[in-house]
């Protein structure tokens, strides 16, 4: 709607641009995916923090699972997602489903390589009879790091971020500052022919623009 009005001053254009939205909702998705896995990788390793612990006081790994619950609880409340996830272990300890399988599945659902990883690492320790507290705990360390260097990332590309921001919406603040001081300046670019040509033209480069930024920073984060 907004390209609609500012390129072609017309309803009708809502259609033929429809699939430009849904472009738009999917990348918008995407980055709300992304931001909930960065989420729940930070609440899990709090969550495995506290495993450890429990289990170096003696708690069996199925316990320390269903103790760190209420320790999640306290950090990050009762409908966080580390907390939904601990619900989910709870329910399927309850019907005999093995910690292994239900972590996995966990990893997967997620779609964090590193609990995908620690899922693994989990399931062959258990297997072998592995040091299971000294190995959650160094997992722990691991996600750590990776959070923090994730985290490093973000502020580094913090600056960028915004530069792309104002970059996007300066064609827009333009047209309206000028709209607003020189009121029909541009009523010759709409409702004819060659005004449409030009103005799609300009949507084509501007739509070029925003999605060459958007390639790039993504590269980055890469």
């Known amino acids: 709607m907004l390209l609609a ?3 072609y001053r017309s309803a009708w254009a809502v259609l ?6 849904v472009v738009c909702f999917l990348e918008l998705r995407r980055g709300r995916c992304r931001r909930a896995r960065e989420e729940l990788l930070s609440q899990f390793r709090e969550c495995i923090l506290s495993v450890s612990s429990s289990l170096q006081a003696g ?3 199925e316990n320390a699972f269903l103790e760190s619950e209420r320790d999640m609880i306290q950090m990050f409340g009762r409908e966080s997602a580390v907390c939904r996830e601990l619900r989910l272990i709870r329910r399927g300890l309850n019907i005999n489903i093995s910690l292994e ?3 996995t599945d966990l990893g997967e659902r997620s779609g964090c390589e590193e609990i995908e990883q620690f899922a693994e690492v989990f399931s062959i320790a258990r297997r072998s009879g592995g040091d299971l507290p000294g190995i959650i705990g160094r997992s722990a360390e691991l996600i750590g790091g990776r959070i923090d260097l994730r985290r490093e990332l973000d502020t580094l590309l913090g600056g960028k971020r915004m530069e792309l921001a104002i970059m996007k919406a300066m064609p827009f603040a333009v047209m309206l500052y000028i709209e607003l001081a020189t009121p029909g300046y541009f ?3 709409y409702c004819n022919f ?3 040509l030009v103005m799609t033209g300009c949507l084509a480069a501007y739509l070029g623009a925003y999605a ?4 790039v920073l993504r590269h980055m984060e890469v």
């Open 101 to 103: 399988e239900l972590l």
């Open 187 to 189: 009523d010759a670019l």
């Open 5 to 7: 009005c500012f390129f």
């Open 59 to 61: 708690y069996s790994v």
């Open 194 to 196: 060659t005004g449409i």
């Open 212 to 215: 060459a930024g958007e390639a």
């Open 16 to 21: 033929p641009l429809s699939p430009v939205g």
